[in-house]
């Protein structure tokens, strides 16, 4: 086997994992949830629950991934033995299992870039009608899914230094740059104000265990935490780094990205008085009728879907990469040959996942239609049972190397390093259990 690859820098790290953390999750998934959720207060219980264990677990699979230098099976199993390595394969699993309805939204915003700037989204339109024929119609949205898989495959095929890091140092910049320009579009809009009030003014009156059981799972999905997409990432991570402070920058930059994207839709959307709580369709319906009322909206609409599709990118890279890992590092295959297999098979998992909105609409598995399967499957059980595995490997089992690991063999000193253990040890798996056991009752 060749020398296994690492990153160029600490900085192309942090741009890669950031890039995997920023996505759709950030700013198609959180500010409809919050939207949906009574504004501030889930903001808040949201922030609650990242700093209790979201950074903690973000740490703890970057720490393993950097300790074995290997893909999350190959982690679990030289660190914890054959058995753990089951924790790995589910990773596995779970990679396809997103991928397959993450290619769906992504290519949803190609389409939606396109639409924009020819025009087709003009005043006066009907935009929950148009979205509904865009995405039951049975070839485009399959085409633009089948585009954004190939795109991705080809940044994952060129390989971590020349593929993953090259075009994560170039795109996240270009996210910042857009994300902020959108955000001060949005708040000088005449009206803005009311939208920022519902933003960050809690009303805790809308509470309820389901506000905290959404957050958890939306604070997983965002920073990729559950699946080893972290660990993996940590993997091409030189010994000598120190980690903590790298992955609680991805985590701050993930928790600023997923903030201001509220900061961007929801001042629009109160300017223009539509619904905040619109669901998912927030970003495919109602934003396209706040561009069409805003000056030059067209242009901002090109680059709000713009600004979608990078953040959707880099994270589908970071979906991909775990399960090529493991075929490069533990099965020997070539990085090509696994990249176009493997994404051949997610595409070909895709196709039902988009025909969920149109011809298989109808079709029902335990009374989900297969796109909404697949998000059930992924955000409320395996990746928070991906999340409790690793809690519990490292707090129970891996606890003494892993502290080792964390402080760079003791080169670094770290007064909260028994925190970070209490956390996992208790924080977590208590918190985990309860989401998982009120998700399936
Ligand atoms: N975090 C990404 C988002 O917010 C999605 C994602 C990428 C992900 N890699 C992951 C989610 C691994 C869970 C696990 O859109």
Redesign the pocket.
């Known amino acids: 086997m060749n020398a296994r690859e690492n990153w160029g820098s600490r900085f192309g790290f942090i741009m890669a994992a950031a890039g ?7 700013i ?2 959180f500010p409809y949830m919050t939207g949906t959720n009574g504004g501030a207060a889930f903001l808040l219980i949201y922030l609650g629950i990242i700093i209790a264990f979201g950074l903690s677990l973000a740490m703890a699979e970057m720490v393993l991934g950097r300790a074995a230098q290997r893909s999350a099976v190959g982690a679990f199993r030289t660190m914890g033995g054959r058995r753990w390595a089951v924790a790995g394969y589910m990773g596995i699993v ?2 396809f299992v ?1 991928l397959s309805f ?1 290619i769906v939204v992504a290519g949803w915003t190609l389409a939606y870039i396109v639409m924009m700037a020819r025009g087709a989204l003009g005043a006066g339109q009907n935009y929950g009608d148009l979205f509904g024929a865009f995405v039951s119609s049975p070839v485009e949205p399959i085409a633009y899914a089948g585009l954004f898989m190939l795109v991705t495959a080809l940044v994952v095929a060129s390989g971590i230094g020349a593929g993953i890091e090259r075009w994560n140092k170039v795109l996240m910049p270009a996210l910042f740059a857009l994300l902020l320009i959108l955000v001060v579009r949005s708040l000088t809009l005449p009206g803005a104000a009311k939208g920022v009030e519902y933003y960050l003014v809690p009303d805790f009156s809308e509470v309820t265990a389901g506000t905290f059981r959404s957050a958890i799972a939306q604070a ?8 080893g ?2 660990l993996t990432y940590g993997s091409y991570l030189g010994k000598h780094e120190r980690l903590p402070s790298a992955a609680l920058t991805v985590v701050l930059i ?1 928790t600023t990205v997923a903030v201001l994207a509220g900061l961007m839709i929801l001042p629009a959307v109160f300017a223009y008085g539509l619904n905040p709580g619109e669901g998912p369709g927030l970003t495919f319906v109602t934003l396209p009728a706040v561009f069409a009322a805003m000056p030059f909206g067209a242009l901002f609409g090109v680059l709000f879907f713009t600004l979608l599709a990078i ?2 990118l880099t ?2 890279i ?2 991909l990469e775990p399960m090529i890992a493991y075929f490069v590092d533990e099965r020997g295959v070539s990085r090509a040959r696994a990249v176009w297999i493997m994404s051949a098979i997610c595409f070909a998992l895709g196709i039902p996942a988009s025909l969920s909105f149109g011809a298989m609409a109808g079709v029902k598995f335990f009374g989900f239609n297969w796109f909404d399967l697949m998000d059930f499957l ?1 955000n409320t059980i395996m ?1 928070p049972i991906g999340g409790l595995l690793l809690a519990i490997f490292i707090g129970w089992f891996w606890s003494k190397p892993a502290l080792a690991a964390l402080s760079n063999q003791g080169a670094l000193h770290q007064p909260w390093a028994p925190v970070w253990m209490f956390v996992l040890r208790f924080v977590a798996p208590v918190g985990i259990v309860w989401i998982l056991l009120s998700g399936l009752f």
């Not at 995997?20 to 950030?26: M, Y």
């Not at 997983?220 to 699946?227: A, D, E, P, V």
């Open positions: 995997s953390a920023v996505g759709l999750g950030n198609w998934r779970t990679g997103i993450y997983f999905f965002s920073l990729s935490i559950g699946m997409t972290m993930d953040a959707a994270s589908a970071s979906l992924a990746l």
